[in-house]
């Protein structure tokens, strides 16, 4: 039931009943990229014999969309481009840490098959053969700034992607379809928090951390580790050199992959690390703090392993944003192996078992940096066991 978001397709064949609709509305809710969800959302309520939009929580309605004015574009670096836009804005009910869906009707002139800036599907707006291309981005404007009209979006160019080269040669006066704010985590959630990320993620690092810093500003601890290619990567120092300046809290770790690190005289108040994402640059950031891992897919495996192997994380699994290659639970650790959609066997036929009951003792060989609550145990036995001793292989807890 809790691996929706890891095998749907296999969900479109199962019966799972309401408790497994339950779970799968938890998920969505949980979920960073809430427009994804709901068309695995869709396909469980299609398995279920319910109509694609009948969700409780209404994470199935469509995207209320906005057309927004292109005021500008301006090169910030080699491969990245700042969208200023202008629009209607208005109320809206979101938090500190929120995003938006960009809808580019681009044509399919390219497949863009195996470019990580996008998600595509069908226009239904449209009759013809063009795809609307979809992205989740985390301005760099605030909410206030949304209500007032004026939407900043930090854009990473994919030479091959179908939407991203699109945004960069948009000109001034062009209209662009943006979705209402979605909320990408609870910052109350956090009194404290480590954030490891990569790329564009820089902007979701910006959000956590502006918004755990400005509710905690004297005793809140905030860890920064931002990972780059080249030191050209990096972008919005100033920014994150006036946090440094304005909490006694803030701690900022440049993770630079290649080339030269800048001059002794322009490394400002953060510090600079040599090399990829290593425990050396992770020295001295404190257990407790609970983690959020954003970026590249890459970045993300190889930071949730760091972690865990570090013991940092505050005991839980950090909060992955992005997917992880060959994971299907993002924030799973590598011991967990691949997983597939579960197969259920009837308790009356399992040895040792009395009245569709049976206990499962087992031992954990490998940790698990996880707090796993009452309603995230399944006692769901996969296989017989043969033998007391014989040994299964399980996946971290899920919610």
């Known amino acids: 039931q809790r691996l929706l978001l890891v095998a749907p397709a296999a969900h479109r064949e199962a019966t799972l009943g309401e408790a497994a609709l339950a779970d799968a509305e938890r998920a969505v809710a949980l979920a960073p990229s ?5 068309v695995v959302m ?13 969700s409780s929580r209404g994470a199935l309605d469509e995207p209320e969309l906005q057309g927004w004015r292109v005021e500008a574009v301006r090169r910030v ?18 938090g500190e840490v929120w995003h938006v869906d960009v809808v580019g009707n681009v044509g399919d002139e390219s497949t863009g098959a195996g470019c990580p800036d996008v998600y595509i599907e069908p226009s239904p707006a449209s009759s013809s053969s063009a795809d609307a291309v979809v992205r989740s981005y985390t301005p760099l404007s605030s909410v206030a700034d949304y209500r007032a009209g004026r939407l900043e979006l930090f854009v990473k160019v994919y030479p091959n992607g179908r939407l991203t080269p699109y945004l960069a040669a948009l000109s001034s006066g062009a209209s662009l379809q943006v979705s209402a704010p979605v909320s990408t985590l609870d910052p109350a959630a956090f009194t404290g928090v480590l954030v490891v990320a990569g790329g564009s993620a ?20 905030v860890r920064l580790v931002l990972c780059n290619h080249s030191l050209e990567d990096v972008v919005f120092v100033e920014r994150l050199e006036a946090l440094l300046s304005n909490y006694s809290g803030f701690r900022i770790v440049h993770c630079v ?3 030269p690190l800048p001059p002794r005289g322009r490394k400002g108040r953060a510090e600079w690390f040599s090399g990829r994402l290593a425990a050396q640059a992770l020295g001295g950031i404190e257990p407790h703090l609970k983690a959020v891992v954003s970026g590249p897919p890459g970045l993300c495996k190889a930071a949730v392993a ?41 308790a009356d036929a399992l040895p040792g ?8 003792h087992m031992k954990v060989t490998a940790p ?16 017989p066991l043969s033998s007391p001793r014989q040994s299964l292989r399980c996946c971290a807890p899920l919610w």
């Open 34 to 38: 809430w427009r994804s969800a709901r």
């Open 368 to 383: 698990i940096q996880a707090k796993m609550s009452a309603d995230a145990v399944d006692s769901v036995a996969r296989e």
């Open 353 to 360: 078992a009395t009245n569709g009951n049976v206990k499962l």
């Open 257 to 259: 992959a290649t080339g």
């Open 77 to 94: 670096n080699h491969n990245c481009v700042l969208l200023s836009l202008s629009g209607a804005g208005g109320d809206c009910e979101v």
């Open 306 to 346: 760091l972690l865990g192997s570090l013991g940092l994380g505050g005991g839980e699994a950090p909060l992955v944003l992005d997917d992880i290659p060959g994971e299907g639970v993002a924030g799973a650790p590598d011991h967990a192996g691949s997983l597939e959609a579960p197969k259920f066997v009837s």
């Open 202 to 221: 820089v902007t979701v690092a910006l959000q956590v951390c502006e918004a755990v810093l400005q509710r905690h500003p004297k005793r809140g601890k």
């Open 42 to 54: 869709g396909d469980l309520l299609e398995a279920l014999g319910r109509p694609r939009g009948d």
